[in-house]
């Protein structure tokens, strides 16, 4: 299995403008997580997903930031209008969806907001 | 409240030392389970262990070591014989049963190795 799939793994942009990142989940994992990882805040949970169902997105930072699963093989975090701020390492990580099972984490992508 | 604190911020040892990382947790629930994972200077999150509330058995991996105390709600990880392969930020993470596959991270611990 390829494991979890991040895509880009790193995104420059200028403030204000649109950005969105990609996930691929382990084939047959039912739960995907966002998080997003700075110096000062460490590893923060933004959003999850259980069975492409939104079940708690109360990390999610504010309205700029929004997360869709269409379906079981993809996932995006959108984030409109970006900020400086916003700059951080955002990971999405995935189980089988079965109550507390090991969370697998894709490589990151890196965001740069100038 | 945090749940889950690791409150060695950064450790350095010498190449072949032995050490142990130290993890302290908090919950209500019976029925939970605790992980480690390793970020390399690469950045990937590693899954290393998980263990559940009612196996309070040591678990040794190579050179690999946890031991977890329910008494003093503590989880610690030892690396005996330290590589500098084994420099990475490390995290320990806690979920619990009432609140399904929600993950709660320390803030983890950076360990250097020397060579």
């Known amino acids: 299995d390829a494991g979890v799939i991040q895509s880009p793994r790193h995104e420059v942009t200028e403030m204000g403008q649109e950005v969105t990142l990609r996930c691929k989940p382990i084939s047959g994992h039912n739960s995907l997580f966002w998080y997003r990882q700075t110096m000062m805040r460490g590893l923060e949970l933004l959003i999850y997903?259980?069975?492409?169902?939104?079940?708690?997105d109360s990390g999610m930072p504010e309205d700029r930031f929004s997360a869709k699963m269409p379906n079981a093989s993809f996932s995006t975090l959108k984030i409109q209008p970006s900020e400086p701020r916003d700059s951080a390492v955002y990971f999405c990580a995935t189980t089988p969806g079965l109550p507390i099972e090991t969370q697998y984490f894709g490589p990151g992508t890196r965001l740069l907001v100038l | 409240a945090q749940k889950v604190t690791q409150a060695q911020t950064e450790i350095s040892v010498v190449e072949k030392e032995d050490v142990t990382l130290d993890c302290v947790y908090e919950?209500?629930?019976?029925?939970?389970?605790l992980f480690w994972y390793k970020q390399p200077p690469s950045g990937e999150l590693v899954f290393l262990i998980r263990r559940n509330s009612f196996d309070e058995q040591n678990e040794i991996s190579g050179r690999y070591s946890w031991n977890f105390q329910k008494s003093t709600s503590s989880f610690n990880f030892t690396i005996t014989a330290s590589q500098v392969v084994d420099s990475a930020v490390y995290f320990c993470?806690?979920?619990?049963?009432?609140?399904?596959?929600?993950?709660?991270f320390g803030t983890g611990t950076s360990l250097t190795v020397i060579p």
């Open positions: 919950t209500r629930d019976t029925t939970y389970y």
């Open positions: 997903f259980n069975n492409n169902v939104p079940i708690d």
């Open positions: 993470a806690l979920s619990e049963a009432s609140t399904g596959n929600q993950f709660y």
